[in-house]
């Protein structure tokens, strides 16, 4: 019966001209995006910018031409220009964490604090293992004196990078700051471990371990 028939929807056919048009824009679009990060790394900025703004022509639903020129923007101190590409960026993408990280960058270095920490985190719910978006947020946190949250990913960091000697020194002074001076030790003798000669290490534990030595009678009390 016609009732009980399904619907459906027309197959459409991929040409093989087609096929080979597509192939060739990729091809032409990663030239252009390697060949605007081998600029970058150069710091011929004024180059790497017009291969990113070629990039954005040839495939303009594409975030990572507008994340290229936020950057080249940064390092070249336009940092309206900026935020306008990587808002660009969002816009293309919102799940890319790269506009996310670099909007945080422009809010923390015009001291907005707690919007650039709220895009960090944005930056660390889509990708939790982004090395620029943990300092960040860890800096702030500083600024701010709120540290649960970047605990929380900076432990989450280090269960799959556990050899990250800096990151684990940055968690250590967050558990130092946030009254939990065990945990603290315990990261830092890890630390230590490593680097035995670390003078950020071996003074922050001699603070620690002070903090231990007056607790003990009011644990004992």
């Known amino acids: 019966m016609d009732f009980m028939q399904k619907e459906t929807k027309p197959v459409r056919v991929i040409y093989e001209d087609e096929l080979k048009q597509y192939r060739r824009r990729q091809e032409a679009y990663d030239q252009l995006q390697e060949m605007a990060s081998c600029h970058v790394a150069a710091e011929d900025y004024l180059q790497a910018e017009r291969c990113y703004r070629r ?20 390092q070249t101190g336009r940092t309206a220009d900026a935020l306008r590409a990587f808002q660009t960026a969002r816009l293309m993408d919102a799940r890319c964490a790269e506009a ?48 649960f949250k970047i605990i929380h990913y900076l432990e989450q960091y280090l269960e799959t990078h556990p050899d990250d000697q800096a990151v684990l020194f940055c968690l250590a002074s967050l558990y130092a700051r946030d009254g939990q001076p065990i945990q603290a030790k315990q990261a830092l003798l890890t630390v230590l471990a490593n680097e035995p000669k670390k003078p950020e290490a071996l ?19």
């Open 55 to 74: 990039a954005a022509v040839l495939w303009p639903e594409r975030p990572e031409p507008f994340v290229g020129l936020g950057v080249v923007a940064m």
């Open 100 to 147: 996310w990280a670099g909007t945080a960058m422009i809010y923390q270095e015009r001291q907005k604090y707690p919007q650039a920490f709220e895009m960090y985190l944005r930056c660390l719910e889509i990708d939790s293992t982004n090395l620029m978006a943990l300092l960040g947020l860890f800096q702030t946190s500083c600024q701010m004196g709120t540290f």
């Open 203 to 221: 003074a922050l534990l001699r603070e620690v371990e002070e903090q231990l030595r007056s607790d003990c009678p009011k644990e004992v009390a």
